[in-house]
Structure formats: structure tokens, C-alpha cells
């Protein structure tokens, strides 16, 4: 059974960087798409972006200035910077597994942008 | 990038009815990539149907999908208790994209 699980700082200052890592189990981080999903509260979705093994990436195009993703395959691990972050940058933050289709989400983080 | 719109923001339905739930797209998504989510207070979103008619894994056989090109419908043909939530289109095209949510609400 595949499982994402996020982790990170629940609290980034502005103008600094927000950082996430998704640890992967029951499956391969080499199998699949990984992507980073983010929910204001009391919002909609956004994608912000996918990442494949091989370190090709794709972001949206809104957020792509600011964002990168990698890969740790020897942790089974992908992860999320976002620079210069500010307040509405606030969000729950989801990685979750495929595509076109996200067949697997983690519980998401909480990241609140504050001083 | 296809900007999808949801419609109606609010759908009140009562236990048991049919409830019909529209999402309709700017530019022409193909049916592989339209996919649909719900979503339960303080919960991930849940897959519910991928190539824009099939249900995934689990997924009890009261939730359909149809459509094609830039119409596309989600349909709960027998509402159950634990159906209320937010329901989200998504598509996958030059990027990707999801809409804004209807909420099924008890009436």
C-alpha cells in the first residue's frame, strides 16, 4: 500500500523559503510522477508542479519563478522549495503520486507564511 | 491553459436523490486527462473517477462520469450520507488545472 507522508516547518517568516519533503513508501520514487499540490483555507486546489525520477520537472507556470522540486532516491524522497514566500503563500501543502490523475495524496501540511 | 469552470457553486440535495455535478472547460481537455476528487472537511481529496468516465479503485458504482471535449459531468445517482463534500474537476493538458469545487450540501 502506497503511502506520502509531508514534513517541514509549519511556520516560514516572509521573504524566506519554504521547504517539504514527501517521504515515499510502499512504492518506487524511480515508478512514477510525483506532484505538489497546495490548498489555501477555505480555498480550491493549485497544483504547483511535478517532478519524475529522472529529475524532469514541470511547474505551473504562475508559481514557476519561485519553485523547484528534486529527487532523493536513496531516501525515496521528493521535495519542495518555494522562495521568497508571503502571506499568500499560506496553505496546505499535498504531495500526491501520477498522473494525469493523482491516485495517491498525502494528509498535507499546514504552512503558514507569518512573522 | 484550460481554466475549468464548476457549476452550481452549492448543490442542496436530499438523501437518496440524483445529484448532477457540471464542469465545462475553456479550451478542449481530452478524455484521458479530466479527472474528478472529492473532498471531506480536514481530508486529501479522493480520486473518484480518472478518464474523464472511470471509476477508481473502490469507488462505489452510484458515482459517474461523462462528457467529452469541454463538457464534462460528474453524477451521484443515489445520494448516501457520507456523499456531502466538495467535489473538484481536474484536467491535464499543456499544464494542469483543477476547478473551483461544488459543494454538495444536505437540503
Known amino acids: 500500500q502506497v503511502q506520502l507522508q509531508e514534513s517541514g516547518p509549519g511556520l516560514v517568516k516572509p521573504s524566506e523559503t519554504l521547504s517539504l519533503i514527501c517521504n515515499v513508501t510502499?512504492?518506487?520514487?524511480?515508478?512514477?510522477?510525483w506532484s505538489w499540490i497546495r490548498q489555501p483555507p477555505g480555498k480550491g486546489l493549485e497544483w504547483i508542479g511535478y517532478?519524475?525520477?529522472?529529475?524532469?520537472?514541470k511547474y505551473n507556470p504562475s508559481l514557476k519563478s519561485r519553485v523547484t522540486m528534486s529527487v532523493d532516491m536513496s531516501k525515496n524522497q521528493f521535495s519542495l522549495t518555494v522562495n521568497s514566500v508571503t502571506a499568500a503563500d499560506t496553505a496546505i501543502y499535498y504531495c500526491?503520486?501520477?498522473?494525469?490523475?493523482?491516485?495517491?495524496w498525502g494528509q498535507g501540511t499546514l504552512v503558514t507564511v507569518s512573522s | 491553459e484550460s481554466v475549468l469552470t464548476q457549476s452550481p457553486g452549492t448543490l442542496s440535495v436530499s438523501p437518496g436523490e440524483r445529484a448532477t455535478l457540471s464542469c465545462r472547460a475553456s479550451?478542449?481537455?481530452?478524455?484521458?486527462?479530466l479527472a474528478w476528487y472529492q473532498q471531506k472537511p480536514g481530508q486529501a481529496p479522493r480520486l473518484l473517477i480518472y478518464g474523464a468516465s472511470r471509476r477508481a479503485t473502490g469507488i462505489p458504482d452510484r458515482f459517474s462520469g461523462s462528457g467529452s471535449g469541454t463538457d464534462f459531468t460528474l453524477t451521484i445517482s443515489r445520494l448516501e450520507p457520507e456523499d456531502f463534500a466538495v467535489y473538484y474537476c481536474q484536467q491535464y493538458g499543456s499544464s494542469l488545472t483543477f476547478g473551483g469545487g461544488t459543494k454538495v450540501e444536505l437540503k
Open positions: 517532478i519524475y525520477y529522472s529529475g524532469t520537472t
Open positions: 479550451q478542449s481537455v481530452a478524455t484521458a486527462y
Open positions: 510502499g512504492d518506487s520514487i524511480r515508478s512514477n510522477y
Open positions: 500526491a503520486k501520477d498522473l494525469p490523475a493523482f491516485e495517491v
